[in-house]
Protein backbone atom coordinates (compact mmCIF):
# COMPACT_ATOMS: atom_id res chain seq x y z
CA UNK A 1 0.00 0.00 0.00
CA UNK A 2 1.40 3.77 -0.75
CA UNK A 3 2.26 5.88 1.87
CA UNK A 4 0.14 8.82 1.42
CA UNK A 5 -0.25 12.39 3.67
CA UNK A 6 -3.64 11.95 2.22
CA UNK A 7 -5.15 8.45 1.18
CA UNK A 8 -8.00 10.12 -0.35
CA UNK A 9 -5.87 10.99 -3.34
CA UNK A 10 -5.67 6.89 -4.53
CA UNK A 11 -8.36 7.29 -6.23
CA UNK A 12 -9.68 4.08 -8.41
CA UNK A 13 -12.91 5.26 -9.53
CA UNK A 14 -13.76 7.39 -12.73
CA UNK A 15 -15.11 10.88 -12.52
CA UNK A 16 -17.66 11.94 -14.04
CA UNK A 17 -20.09 14.97 -13.83
CA UNK A 18 -18.77 15.56 -10.42
CA UNK A 19 -19.42 11.92 -9.46
CA UNK A 20 -17.16 9.20 -8.59
CA UNK A 21 -18.08 5.92 -10.64
CA UNK A 22 -17.86 2.31 -10.97
CA UNK A 23 -18.88 0.08 -13.54
CA UNK A 24 -18.15 -3.57 -12.11
CA UNK A 25 -15.30 -3.75 -14.32
CA UNK A 26 -11.69 -3.17 -13.59
CA UNK A 27 -8.28 -2.89 -14.31
CA UNK A 28 -5.14 -3.40 -12.52
CA UNK A 29 -2.19 -0.75 -12.35
CA UNK A 30 1.34 -2.29 -11.40
CA UNK A 31 4.31 -0.82 -10.24
CA UNK A 32 6.88 -1.34 -13.38
CA UNK A 33 9.91 -1.40 -10.70
CA UNK A 34 8.42 -4.50 -8.45
CA UNK A 35 5.59 -5.49 -10.42
CA UNK A 36 3.49 -5.53 -7.48
CA UNK A 37 -0.12 -4.23 -8.49
CA UNK A 38 -0.77 -0.88 -6.61
CA UNK A 39 -4.92 -0.30 -7.41
CA UNK A 40 -7.87 -2.12 -9.62
CA UNK A 41 -9.10 0.95 -11.50
CA UNK A 42 -12.18 1.39 -12.70
CA UNK A 43 -12.61 0.65 -16.35
CA UNK A 44 -15.21 3.16 -18.87
CA UNK A 45 -16.84 1.54 -22.04
CA UNK A 46 -17.70 3.22 -24.81
CA UNK A 47 -21.57 4.00 -23.33
CA UNK A 48 -20.01 5.42 -20.00
CA UNK A 49 -17.70 7.98 -21.94
CA UNK A 50 -20.61 9.05 -24.18
CA UNK A 51 -21.95 10.16 -21.46
CA UNK A 52 -19.27 11.45 -20.03
CA UNK A 53 -18.97 13.69 -23.46
CA UNK A 54 -22.51 14.55 -23.01
CA UNK A 55 -22.00 16.05 -19.32
CA UNK A 56 -18.93 17.96 -20.85
CA UNK A 57 -21.20 19.23 -23.56
CA UNK A 58 -24.07 20.45 -21.02
CA UNK A 59 -21.47 22.33 -18.60
CA UNK A 60 -20.28 24.34 -21.49
CA UNK A 61 -22.37 27.50 -21.78
CA UNK A 62 -21.90 27.80 -17.94
CA UNK A 63 -18.75 27.47 -17.58
CA UNK A 64 -17.65 29.46 -20.82
CA UNK A 65 -20.52 32.16 -18.94
CA UNK A 66 -18.18 32.65 -15.93
CA UNK A 67 -15.69 35.43 -16.39
CA UNK A 68 -11.83 34.83 -16.92
CA UNK A 69 -11.17 35.84 -13.56
CA UNK A 70 -13.73 33.11 -11.57
CA UNK A 71 -11.99 30.78 -13.85
CA UNK A 72 -8.98 31.94 -13.21
CA UNK A 73 -9.51 31.55 -9.36
CA UNK A 74 -10.40 28.09 -9.56
CA UNK A 75 -7.57 27.12 -11.44
CA UNK A 76 -5.52 29.24 -8.63
CA UNK A 77 -6.77 27.18 -6.09
CA UNK A 78 -6.49 24.28 -8.05
CA UNK A 79 -2.78 25.25 -8.50
CA UNK A 80 -2.58 25.93 -5.15
CA UNK A 81 -3.98 22.01 -3.74
CA UNK A 82 -1.25 20.43 -6.42
CA UNK A 83 1.39 22.27 -4.53
CA UNK A 84 0.05 21.10 -0.76
CA UNK A 85 0.06 17.44 -2.32
CA UNK A 86 3.14 18.01 -4.58
CA UNK A 87 5.08 14.79 -2.28
CA UNK A 88 1.72 12.22 -2.30
CA UNK A 89 1.16 13.15 -5.63
CA UNK A 90 4.91 12.39 -6.68
CA UNK A 91 4.74 9.31 -4.69
CA UNK A 92 1.39 8.01 -6.64
CA UNK A 93 3.22 9.22 -10.08
CA UNK A 94 6.43 6.94 -9.36
CA UNK A 95 4.44 4.11 -8.21
CA UNK A 96 2.91 3.63 -11.15
CA UNK A 97 5.17 5.20 -13.96
CA UNK A 98 8.62 4.14 -12.14
CA UNK A 99 10.65 7.78 -12.15
CA UNK A 100 12.99 8.43 -9.58
CA UNK A 101 10.72 10.27 -6.56
CA UNK A 102 12.54 13.45 -7.37
CA UNK A 103 11.70 13.85 -10.90
CA UNK A 104 8.00 12.58 -10.11
CA UNK A 105 8.63 15.78 -8.09
CA UNK A 106 10.02 17.53 -10.60
CA UNK A 107 7.22 16.92 -12.67
CA UNK A 108 4.19 17.33 -10.56
CA UNK A 109 5.60 21.22 -10.46
CA UNK A 110 6.15 21.24 -13.76
CA UNK A 111 2.54 20.32 -14.63
CA UNK A 112 1.31 22.72 -11.51
CA UNK A 113 3.05 25.74 -13.09
CA UNK A 114 1.19 25.47 -16.28
CA UNK A 115 -2.56 25.51 -13.81
CA UNK A 116 -0.85 28.87 -12.74
CA UNK A 117 -0.15 30.01 -15.82
CA UNK A 118 -3.10 29.43 -17.37
CA UNK A 119 -4.74 30.76 -14.41
CA UNK A 120 -2.97 33.89 -15.09
CA UNK A 121 -3.94 33.99 -18.34
CA UNK A 122 -7.49 33.26 -18.35
CA UNK A 123 -8.06 37.20 -17.68
CA UNK A 124 -6.13 38.17 -21.01
CA UNK A 125 -7.82 36.03 -23.89
CA UNK A 126 -8.41 39.25 -25.59
CA UNK A 127 -10.18 40.08 -28.96
CA UNK A 128 -9.51 42.71 -31.57
CA UNK A 129 -11.01 45.66 -32.62
CA UNK A 130 -10.32 46.16 -36.46
CA UNK A 131 -10.75 49.33 -38.36
CA UNK A 132 -13.80 49.33 -40.80
CA UNK A 133 -13.56 49.01 -44.36
CA UNK A 134 -16.24 51.40 -45.00
CA UNK A 135 -17.48 54.48 -43.55
CA UNK A 136 -20.64 52.74 -42.09
CA UNK A 137 -18.47 49.64 -41.10
CA UNK A 138 -16.82 48.65 -37.12
CA UNK A 139 -15.22 45.34 -36.74
CA UNK A 140 -14.64 43.17 -33.77
CA UNK A 141 -12.50 40.11 -33.23
CA UNK A 142 -14.39 37.89 -29.95
CA UNK A 143 -12.23 34.63 -29.11
CA UNK A 144 -14.67 31.99 -27.74
CA UNK A 145 -13.96 28.69 -26.74
CA UNK A 146 -14.19 25.96 -28.99
CA UNK A 147 -16.15 23.82 -26.49
CA UNK A 148 -15.99 20.42 -25.09
CA UNK A 149 -12.11 18.84 -25.65
CA UNK A 150 -11.54 15.03 -25.71
CA UNK A 151 -7.68 14.42 -24.37
CA UNK A 152 -5.54 11.57 -24.79
CA UNK A 153 -2.16 11.17 -22.84
CA UNK A 154 0.78 9.34 -22.42
CA UNK A 155 2.35 6.72 -19.28
CA UNK A 156 5.45 8.82 -19.62
CA UNK A 157 4.34 12.20 -17.63
CA UNK A 158 1.37 11.11 -16.20
CA UNK A 159 0.44 14.27 -14.66
CA UNK A 160 2.30 17.22 -16.50
CA UNK A 161 0.76 15.66 -20.01
CA UNK A 162 -2.71 16.40 -18.61
CA UNK A 163 -2.50 19.65 -16.51
CA UNK A 164 -0.43 20.85 -20.43
CA UNK A 165 -3.67 20.47 -21.28
CA UNK A 166 -6.78 20.75 -19.51
CA UNK A 167 -5.30 24.38 -17.84
CA UNK A 168 -5.10 26.03 -21.03
CA UNK A 169 -9.13 24.62 -21.80
CA UNK A 170 -10.42 25.33 -18.65
CA UNK A 171 -8.91 28.76 -18.59
CA UNK A 172 -10.96 29.76 -21.62
CA UNK A 173 -14.10 28.42 -20.96
CA UNK A 174 -13.87 24.62 -22.46
CA UNK A 175 -15.22 21.64 -20.75
CA UNK A 176 -12.47 18.40 -20.66
CA UNK A 177 -12.60 14.72 -21.25
CA UNK A 178 -9.31 13.33 -20.58
CA UNK A 179 -8.28 8.95 -21.36
CA UNK A 180 -5.26 9.25 -19.09
CA UNK A 181 -2.76 6.04 -20.44
CA UNK A 182 -3.81 2.77 -18.74
CA UNK A 183 -0.39 2.25 -17.37
CA UNK A 184 -0.66 5.27 -15.34
CA UNK A 185 -4.36 6.60 -14.31
CA UNK A 186 -3.75 6.90 -11.21
CA UNK A 187 -2.02 10.45 -11.53
CA UNK A 188 -4.69 11.88 -13.34
CA UNK A 189 -7.65 10.96 -11.14
CA UNK A 190 -5.64 12.31 -8.32
CA UNK A 191 -5.71 15.07 -10.03
CA UNK A 192 -9.53 15.03 -10.22
CA UNK A 193 -9.74 14.51 -6.31
CA UNK A 194 -7.68 17.73 -6.17
CA UNK A 195 -10.15 20.19 -9.31
CA UNK A 196 -13.06 18.97 -6.92
CA UNK A 197 -11.80 20.40 -3.82
CA UNK A 198 -10.52 23.45 -5.79
CA UNK A 199 -14.49 23.92 -7.04
CA UNK A 200 -14.24 22.56 -10.55
CA UNK A 201 -18.21 22.92 -11.42
CA UNK A 202 -19.88 19.33 -12.28
CA UNK A 203 -18.78 18.58 -15.87
CA UNK A 204 -16.00 20.67 -16.28
CA UNK A 205 -13.11 18.34 -15.92
CA UNK A 206 -13.86 14.38 -16.48
CA UNK A 207 -11.72 11.26 -15.97
CA UNK A 208 -12.45 8.33 -17.64
CA UNK A 209 -10.35 5.41 -17.56
CA UNK A 210 -10.23 2.66 -19.53
CA UNK A 211 -8.51 -0.20 -21.37
CA UNK A 212 -9.59 -0.18 -24.89
CA UNK A 213 -8.22 2.62 -25.90
CA UNK A 214 -8.93 2.62 -29.68
CA UNK A 215 -12.83 2.29 -29.00
CA UNK A 216 -12.71 5.17 -26.44
CA UNK A 217 -10.39 7.30 -29.01
CA UNK A 218 -13.16 6.32 -31.91
CA UNK A 219 -15.75 7.65 -29.40
CA UNK A 220 -13.99 10.81 -28.80
CA UNK A 221 -13.06 11.56 -32.64
CA UNK A 222 -16.53 10.61 -34.02
CA UNK A 223 -18.71 12.15 -31.69
CA UNK A 224 -20.07 15.35 -32.69
CA UNK A 225 -20.37 16.93 -29.08
CA UNK A 226 -16.21 16.75 -29.24
CA UNK A 227 -14.98 20.12 -30.50
CA UNK A 228 -11.43 19.10 -30.46
CA UNK A 229 -8.89 16.43 -30.10
CA UNK A 230 -5.43 17.23 -27.77
CA UNK A 231 -3.32 14.11 -27.93
CA UNK A 232 0.18 13.45 -26.51
CA UNK A 233 1.99 10.09 -27.74
CA UNK A 234 3.27 8.45 -30.57
CA UNK A 235 2.85 9.78 -34.57
CA UNK A 236 1.51 6.63 -35.30
CA UNK A 237 -1.48 6.90 -32.68
CA UNK A 238 -1.42 10.86 -33.68
CA UNK A 239 -2.32 9.58 -37.75
CA UNK A 240 -4.78 7.13 -36.33
CA UNK A 241 -6.54 10.52 -34.27
CA UNK A 242 -6.22 12.41 -37.30
CA UNK A 243 -8.08 9.70 -39.48
CA UNK A 244 -10.58 9.17 -36.94
CA UNK A 245 -11.55 13.09 -36.08
CA UNK A 246 -11.76 13.95 -40.33
CA UNK A 247 -15.47 12.96 -40.59
CA UNK A 248 -16.48 15.95 -37.96
CA UNK A 249 -13.67 18.28 -38.54
CA UNK A 250 -12.25 18.10 -35.29
CA UNK A 251 -9.88 20.27 -34.51
CA UNK A 252 -6.93 18.42 -33.47
CA UNK A 253 -3.46 19.77 -31.22
CA UNK A 254 -0.96 16.83 -31.88
CA UNK A 255 2.38 16.51 -29.66
CA UNK A 256 3.89 13.23 -31.14
CA UNK A 257 7.47 11.42 -31.63
CA UNK A 258 10.58 12.80 -31.64
CA UNK A 259 13.90 11.95 -33.14
CA UNK A 260 15.91 14.75 -31.38
CA UNK A 261 19.51 15.74 -32.48
CA UNK A 262 21.76 16.95 -29.80
CA UNK A 263 25.29 18.15 -31.59
CA UNK A 264 28.41 19.14 -29.78
CA UNK A 265 30.88 21.36 -32.21
CA UNK A 266 34.44 21.82 -31.44
CA UNK A 267 33.60 25.44 -30.42
CA UNK A 268 31.98 24.18 -27.76
CA UNK A 269 32.30 24.20 -23.71
CA UNK A 270 32.80 20.23 -23.58
CA UNK A 271 31.99 19.66 -20.06
CA UNK A 272 28.67 21.59 -20.47
CA UNK A 273 27.47 19.41 -23.13
CA UNK A 274 28.52 16.50 -21.33
CA UNK A 275 26.15 17.79 -18.48
CA UNK A 276 23.25 19.25 -21.29
CA UNK A 277 23.85 15.69 -22.90
CA UNK A 278 22.99 13.33 -19.50
CA UNK A 279 19.70 15.43 -18.83
CA UNK A 280 18.25 15.28 -22.71
CA UNK A 281 19.23 11.54 -22.83
CA UNK A 282 18.83 10.05 -19.58
CA UNK A 283 16.04 11.86 -18.10
CA UNK A 284 12.56 9.88 -17.31
CA UNK A 285 15.37 7.33 -18.43
CA UNK A 286 14.95 8.43 -21.93
CA UNK A 287 11.50 7.90 -21.88
CA UNK A 288 10.58 11.50 -22.80
CA UNK A 289 9.70 12.89 -26.32
CA UNK A 290 12.15 15.84 -26.09
CA UNK A 291 15.35 13.46 -25.51
CA UNK A 292 18.51 13.58 -27.54
CA UNK A 293 17.60 10.14 -29.53
CA UNK A 294 20.98 10.95 -31.36
CA UNK A 295 24.41 12.56 -30.72
CA UNK A 296 26.33 14.29 -33.69
CA UNK A 297 30.20 15.01 -32.00
CA UNK A 298 32.46 17.42 -34.72
CA UNK A 299 35.85 15.34 -34.83
CA UNK A 300 37.87 17.61 -32.77
CA UNK A 301 35.95 17.01 -29.35
CA UNK A 302 34.67 13.40 -29.82
CA UNK A 303 37.17 11.44 -28.24
CA UNK A 304 36.93 13.88 -25.28
CA UNK A 305 33.47 14.14 -25.14
CA UNK A 306 32.72 10.29 -25.18
CA UNK A 307 34.94 9.25 -22.73
CA UNK A 308 34.00 12.14 -20.08
CA UNK A 309 30.06 11.20 -20.67
CA UNK A 310 30.89 7.54 -20.62
CA UNK A 311 32.31 7.63 -17.61
CA UNK A 312 29.81 10.07 -16.13
CA UNK A 313 27.10 7.40 -17.50
CA UNK A 314 28.92 4.34 -15.85
CA UNK A 315 28.31 6.10 -12.62
CA UNK A 316 24.59 6.98 -12.75
CA UNK A 317 22.99 4.84 -10.65
CA UNK A 318 19.66 2.42 -11.67
CA UNK A 319 17.14 1.04 -9.53
CA UNK A 320 13.68 1.65 -7.78
CA UNK A 321 12.39 5.18 -8.05
CA UNK A 322 11.78 5.58 -4.38
CA UNK A 323 15.18 4.43 -3.78
CA UNK A 324 17.70 7.91 -2.44
CA UNK A 325 19.98 8.20 -5.15
CA UNK A 326 18.73 6.16 -8.09
CA UNK A 327 19.07 8.23 -11.40
CA UNK A 328 17.25 5.45 -13.64
CA UNK A 329 14.64 3.58 -13.02
CA UNK A 330 12.74 0.89 -14.98
CA UNK A 331 11.52 1.10 -18.20
CA UNK A 332 7.77 1.23 -18.78
CA UNK A 333 7.20 -2.28 -19.55
CA UNK A 334 8.74 -5.28 -21.83
CA UNK A 335 8.11 -3.91 -25.00
CA UNK A 336 10.03 -0.59 -24.25
CA UNK A 337 13.06 -2.59 -23.28
CA UNK A 338 12.66 -4.94 -26.23
CA UNK A 339 12.75 -1.79 -28.30
CA UNK A 340 15.93 -0.94 -26.55
CA UNK A 341 17.52 -4.01 -26.93
CA UNK A 342 16.55 -4.03 -31.10
CA UNK A 343 18.18 -1.07 -31.50
CA UNK A 344 21.22 -1.61 -29.83
CA UNK A 345 21.68 -4.74 -31.71
CA UNK A 346 21.25 -3.33 -35.00
CA UNK A 347 23.96 -0.65 -34.11
CA UNK A 348 26.10 -3.39 -33.21
CA UNK A 349 25.85 -5.47 -35.83
CA UNK A 350 26.31 -2.39 -38.30
CA UNK A 351 30.03 -1.64 -36.61
CA UNK A 352 28.96 0.55 -33.68
CA UNK A 353 30.81 -0.01 -30.20
CA UNK A 354 29.68 -0.26 -26.86
CA UNK A 355 31.11 2.19 -24.72
CA UNK A 356 29.02 1.90 -21.40
CA UNK A 357 26.21 0.09 -20.45
CA UNK A 358 24.57 -2.42 -23.14
CA UNK A 359 23.06 -5.20 -21.03
CA UNK A 360 19.59 -5.39 -19.37
CA UNK A 361 20.65 -4.61 -15.74
CA UNK A 362 21.53 -7.18 -12.72
CA UNK A 363 18.23 -5.92 -10.99
CA UNK A 364 16.30 -7.89 -13.88
CA UNK A 365 12.98 -6.86 -14.57
CA UNK A 366 12.51 -4.13 -16.92
CA UNK A 367 15.88 -1.86 -16.08
CA UNK A 368 18.42 -1.44 -18.36
CA UNK A 369 21.85 -0.56 -18.02
CA UNK A 370 22.22 3.58 -19.01
CA UNK A 371 24.44 3.25 -22.60
CA UNK A 372 27.06 4.83 -24.53
CA UNK A 373 27.22 3.83 -27.87
CA UNK A 374 29.95 4.79 -30.11
CA UNK A 375 31.31 4.35 -33.83
CA UNK A 376 27.53 5.19 -34.92
CA UNK A 377 26.24 6.00 -38.86
CA UNK A 378 23.17 6.70 -40.15
CA UNK A 379 22.78 3.32 -41.92
CA UNK A 380 21.45 2.31 -38.20
CA UNK A 381 18.20 2.14 -37.01
CA UNK A 382 19.12 5.00 -34.02
CA UNK A 383 19.37 7.46 -36.65
CA UNK A 384 15.76 7.20 -38.18
CA UNK A 385 13.74 5.62 -35.11
CA UNK A 386 13.21 7.20 -31.68
CA UNK A 387 14.74 4.90 -29.28
CA UNK A 388 12.63 6.03 -26.30
CA UNK A 389 15.31 4.31 -23.83
CA UNK A 390 18.52 4.95 -22.04
CA UNK A 391 20.74 5.21 -24.87
CA UNK A 392 23.25 7.63 -26.21
CA UNK A 393 24.43 6.64 -29.94
CA UNK A 394 27.26 8.91 -30.64
CA UNK A 395 28.25 9.92 -34.35
CA UNK A 396 31.16 11.81 -35.68
CA UNK A 397 31.06 14.41 -38.09
CA UNK A 398 33.59 16.76 -40.04
CA UNK A 399 31.78 20.06 -40.79
CA UNK A 400 28.79 22.01 -39.79
CA UNK A 401 26.68 21.48 -42.85
CA UNK A 402 27.29 18.01 -42.49
CA UNK A 403 25.68 17.53 -38.73
CA UNK A 404 22.32 20.28 -39.79
CA UNK A 405 22.14 17.41 -42.61
CA UNK A 406 22.19 14.54 -40.40
CA UNK A 407 20.22 15.94 -37.88
CA UNK A 408 17.12 17.07 -40.24
CA UNK A 409 17.47 14.02 -42.03
CA UNK A 410 14.07 12.53 -39.96
CA UNK A 411 10.43 12.82 -40.63
CA UNK A 412 10.33 14.00 -37.14
CA UNK A 413 10.36 17.79 -35.84
CA UNK A 414 9.90 18.27 -31.62
CA UNK A 415 13.77 19.38 -30.05
CA UNK A 416 16.98 19.77 -31.08
CA UNK A 417 19.77 20.51 -28.86
CA UNK A 418 23.63 22.02 -29.58
CA UNK A 419 27.01 23.14 -27.98
CA UNK A 420 28.55 26.08 -29.39
CA UNK A 421 30.24 29.50 -28.44
CA UNK A 422 30.48 31.09 -31.92
CA UNK A 423 27.37 33.24 -31.79
CA UNK A 424 27.19 33.30 -35.62
CA UNK A 425 26.93 29.61 -35.85
CA UNK A 426 24.40 28.95 -32.97
CA UNK A 427 22.33 31.91 -35.55
CA UNK A 428 22.93 29.96 -38.30
CA UNK A 429 22.53 26.26 -37.45
CA UNK A 430 19.41 27.36 -35.03
CA UNK A 431 17.72 28.50 -38.36
CA UNK A 432 18.59 26.14 -40.13
CA UNK A 433 17.47 22.82 -37.76
CA UNK A 434 13.87 21.24 -38.94
CA UNK A 435 12.25 21.76 -35.42
CA UNK A 436 10.12 23.08 -33.48
CA UNK A 437 12.37 23.82 -30.59
CA UNK A 438 15.82 24.00 -30.06
CA UNK A 439 17.74 24.23 -26.61
CA UNK A 440 21.51 25.94 -27.09
CA UNK A 441 23.96 25.37 -24.64
CA UNK A 442 20.89 22.78 -22.69
CA UNK A 443 20.04 19.87 -22.51
CA UNK A 444 16.75 20.99 -20.55
CA UNK A 445 14.16 23.79 -22.26
CA UNK A 446 10.69 22.59 -21.20
CA UNK A 447 8.72 25.19 -19.48
CA UNK A 448 5.67 27.02 -19.03
CA UNK A 449 6.24 30.19 -20.53
CA UNK A 450 7.46 29.03 -23.79
CA UNK A 451 5.27 27.26 -26.76
CA UNK A 452 5.71 23.64 -26.54
CA UNK A 453 5.49 21.46 -29.78
CA UNK A 454 7.38 19.97 -33.10
CA UNK A 455 7.45 20.22 -37.00
CA UNK A 456 7.08 18.02 -39.73
CA UNK A 457 5.32 14.58 -37.75
CA UNK A 458 5.72 15.50 -34.89
CA UNK A 459 2.97 17.19 -34.82
CA UNK A 460 1.14 20.44 -35.06
CA UNK A 461 -0.28 23.07 -32.06
CA UNK A 462 1.42 24.41 -28.91
CA UNK A 463 1.08 24.06 -25.49
CA UNK A 464 1.86 26.92 -22.74
CA UNK A 465 3.20 30.42 -23.08
CA UNK A 466 1.16 32.91 -24.62
CA UNK A 467 0.50 31.29 -27.54
CA UNK A 468 -0.93 28.06 -25.52
CA UNK A 469 -4.69 29.40 -25.03
CA UNK A 470 -4.48 29.83 -28.77
CA UNK A 471 -5.07 25.90 -29.53
CA UNK A 472 -8.53 26.11 -27.42
CA UNK A 473 -9.85 29.50 -28.94
CA UNK A 474 -12.10 29.86 -31.78
CA UNK A 475 -12.10 33.92 -33.78
CA UNK A 476 -15.40 35.45 -34.34
CA UNK A 477 -15.24 38.08 -36.58
CA UNK A 478 -17.99 40.46 -36.03
CA UNK A 479 -19.16 43.44 -38.56
CA UNK A 480 -21.58 46.33 -37.48
CA UNK A 481 -22.89 48.24 -40.45
CA UNK A 482 -25.23 51.16 -40.47
CA UNK A 483 -23.13 52.91 -38.09
CA UNK A 484 -23.84 56.44 -38.89
N1 LIG B 1 5.44 14.67 -28.35
C1 LIG B 1 5.27 14.34 -27.09
O1 LIG B 1 5.13 15.19 -26.20
C2 LIG B 1 5.26 12.88 -26.70
C3 LIG B 1 5.40 11.85 -27.62
N2 LIG B 1 5.39 10.53 -27.20
C4 LIG B 1 5.66 9.46 -28.16
O2 LIG B 1 4.80 8.30 -27.90
C5 LIG B 1 5.55 7.10 -27.98
C6 LIG B 1 5.61 6.39 -26.68
O3 LIG B 1 4.56 6.74 -25.88
P1 LIG B 1 3.27 5.83 -25.89
O4 LIG B 1 2.42 6.22 -24.75
O5 LIG B 1 3.61 4.37 -26.03
O6 LIG B 1 2.56 6.26 -27.20
P2 LIG B 1 1.16 5.77 -27.76
O7 LIG B 1 0.93 6.70 -28.87
O8 LIG B 1 1.11 4.31 -28.00
O9 LIG B 1 0.08 6.03 -26.59
C7 LIG B 1 -0.25 7.34 -26.23
C8 LIG B 1 -1.68 7.35 -25.73
O10 LIG B 1 -2.54 6.99 -26.81
C9 LIG B 1 -3.36 5.88 -26.44
N3 LIG B 1 -3.65 5.11 -27.64
C10 LIG B 1 -2.94 4.10 -28.18
N4 LIG B 1 -3.53 3.66 -29.31
C11 LIG B 1 -4.66 4.41 -29.47
C12 LIG B 1 -5.72 4.45 -30.44
N5 LIG B 1 -5.74 3.64 -31.49
N6 LIG B 1 -6.72 5.36 -30.29
C13 LIG B 1 -6.71 6.21 -29.24
N7 LIG B 1 -5.74 6.22 -28.28
C14 LIG B 1 -4.74 5.33 -28.41
C15 LIG B 1 -2.55 5.15 -25.42
O11 LIG B 1 -3.41 4.36 -24.65
P3 LIG B 1 -2.84 3.10 -23.84
O12 LIG B 1 -1.47 3.46 -23.38
O13 LIG B 1 -3.81 2.92 -22.74
O14 LIG B 1 -2.83 1.98 -24.82
C16 LIG B 1 -1.95 6.31 -24.63
O15 LIG B 1 -2.89 6.81 -23.72
C17 LIG B 1 6.92 7.54 -28.43
O16 LIG B 1 6.96 7.59 -29.83
C18 LIG B 1 7.05 8.96 -27.91
O17 LIG B 1 7.94 9.79 -28.58
C19 LIG B 1 5.18 10.16 -25.92
C20 LIG B 1 5.03 11.16 -24.98
C21 LIG B 1 5.11 12.56 -25.28
O1 LIG C 1 5.83 13.88 -23.03
C1 LIG C 1 6.98 14.24 -22.91
O2 LIG C 1 7.95 13.57 -23.21
C2 LIG C 1 7.13 15.61 -22.35
O3 LIG C 1 6.53 16.52 -23.24
C3 LIG C 1 8.58 15.94 -22.15
S1 LIG C 1 8.74 17.37 -21.19
O4 LIG C 1 7.71 18.36 -21.59
O5 LIG C 1 8.55 16.97 -19.79
O6 LIG C 1 10.09 17.85 -21.48
Known sequence: MLKLNDPALLETRAYVNGEWIETGRTFAVFNPATGDKIAD?????????????DKAYDARASWAAKTGKERGAVLRKW????????????????????KPLAEAKGEILYGASYVEWFAEEAKRIYGDVIPGHQPDKRIVVL??????????????????????????????????????AELTPLSALAMAVLGERAGLPQGVFNVIPSIDASAIGKELCANPKVAKITFTGSTRVGKILMEQGAATIKKVSMELGG??????????DVDAAVEGALIAKYR????????????????GVYKEFSEKLSKRVAALSVGDGFQDGVAIGPLINEAALSKVEAHLSDAIAKGARIATGGQRHALGGTFFQPTVVTDVNRSMIVQHEETFGPIAPLFEFETEDEAVELANDTEFGLAGYFYSKDISRVWRVAERLETGMVGINTGLISTEVAPFGG???????????KYGADDYLELKYMCFGEIH
Do not use: H
Not at 158 to 176: D, E, H, Q, Y
Not at 259 to 268: G, Q, S, Y
Open 79 to 98: FDLILENADDLATILTAEMG
Open 284 to 299: NAGQTCVCANRIYVQS
Open 455 to 465: VKQSGQGREGS
Open 143 to 180: KQPVGVVGSITPWNFPNAMIARKVAPALAVGCTFVARP
Open 259 to 268: NAPFIVFDDA
Open 41 to 53: VTDLGVDDVSRAI
